[in-house]
């Protein structure tokens, strides 16, 4: 450069308006990625309902029912089953949705701490939190209809609970197994939801009573079933950390406004939290008869 010419350049003044813009622009733009990061979550959310719907229709398909929610016993009465077959209802889903390898694990202490601690990835909504592996193993986001209470089994409900009352005893008073079929479902398959979001707030992810055990055998449980008697709300209204240990009997989500549904006909459904105590009672019941109202 010949001495006496000076190159042009920014004063402080023009750096620190140009900084500005750009902060004022990313500012702007910031809610509009969050909320295109979050329809994102929530179409993966339903697809995983999706999926989960079909798997339990293919399961009725081979074996002429549902499977069962999930059950104490057979010859327990607290918290789990002793044999796969009281096992979730995710976990009799897994052969179903490409996961039989999971299912096929060695029926011993080794094989079934294996697939306790296996995260499968689409029983996780990507709004709350990825695949995580909490100290007893994984966790579900999504729990399946039990019906109007934790006492009725889930008779009213399309997830049942394997065995009714099961107790210790393995002679005289061992429990009655239960069932789930599709004509068990009067009030139609469009009219009767099948799984749903759970709520569970995010200070308490893998310790609320609902989302502390692990997502393959914890017995008939708010882990993975939800029930009528509570109308859904989001997560935000989950007791926090303060309240770990508290039992949410309520379907709910992350997402803003809505949770995600599946239906017993396959379809997935946006339902918002504006439900009424009764229009959610007809949804979640599988034979009460009554008309249900658009939601």
């Known amino acids: 450069m010949r001495k006496g010419l000076l190159r042009p350049a920014f004063t402080l003044v023009e750096l620190l308006v140009v900084i500005a813009i750009i902060g004022v622009l990313v500012a702007l733009l910031l809610p509009a990625v969050q909320a295109a990061r979050e329809a994102a979550a929530r179409m993966r959310c339903s697809n995983n309902l999706k999926q989960m719907a079909l798997a339990m229709h293919n399961h009725h398909d081979i074996h002429g029912y549902f499977p069962g929610a999930g059950s104490d016993g057979p010859n327990k009465d607290c918290c789990n089953a002793n044999i796969r077959q009281g096992w979730t209802w995710m976990f009799h889903l897994t052969p179903f949705m490409e996961q039989k390898n999971v299912y096929d694990l060695p029926d011993d202490t080794a094989g079934n701490t294996q697939v306790a601690k296996t995260a499968i990835p689409i029983f996780y909504c990507p709004s709350r939190r990825q695949p995580t592996v909490y100290s007893n193993g994984a966790r579900s986001d999504y729990a399946g209809n039990g ?10 409900g399309v997830m049942v609970r394997q065995w009714k009352s099961p107790s210790t005893s393995k002679a005289a008073n061992a429990p009655v197994e239960q ?8 009030d139609g398959t469009s009219q009767t939801l099948m799984i749903a979001e759970k709520q569970v707030h995010v ?9 502390n055990e692990i997502w393959n055998n914890s017995g008939w449980d708010q882990d993975h079933i939800r029930l009528a008697e509570a109308v859904p709300q ?10 770990s240990t508290f039992w949410s009997v309520r379907f709910g989500s992350s997402h803003p406004n809505v949770f995600n549904a599946a239906l017993c006909d396959g379809s997935v459904r946006n339902i918002t939290y504006t439900i009424t105590s009764d229009n ?8 009460d008869g009554q008309p249900l109202s658009e939601f």
């Not at 019906?147 to 009213?156: R, V």
């Not at 200070?203 to 989302?211: E, M, P, R, Y």
């Not at 989001?234 to 309240?243: E, L, V």
């Not at 009672?281 to 599988?286: T, Y």
């Open 179 to 186: 069932f789930r079929r599709m004509a068990d479902l009067v």
């Open 147 to 156: 019906g109007q209470s934790m006492a009725a089994e889930g008779l009213q």
């Open 280 to 287: 959610w009672s007809r949804l979640m019941l599988i034979n």
């Open 203 to 211: 200070t308490t992810l893998g310790s609320a009573g609902g989302d």
């Open 234 to 243: 989001p997560d935000s209204k989950h007791p926090t950390s303060a309240s």
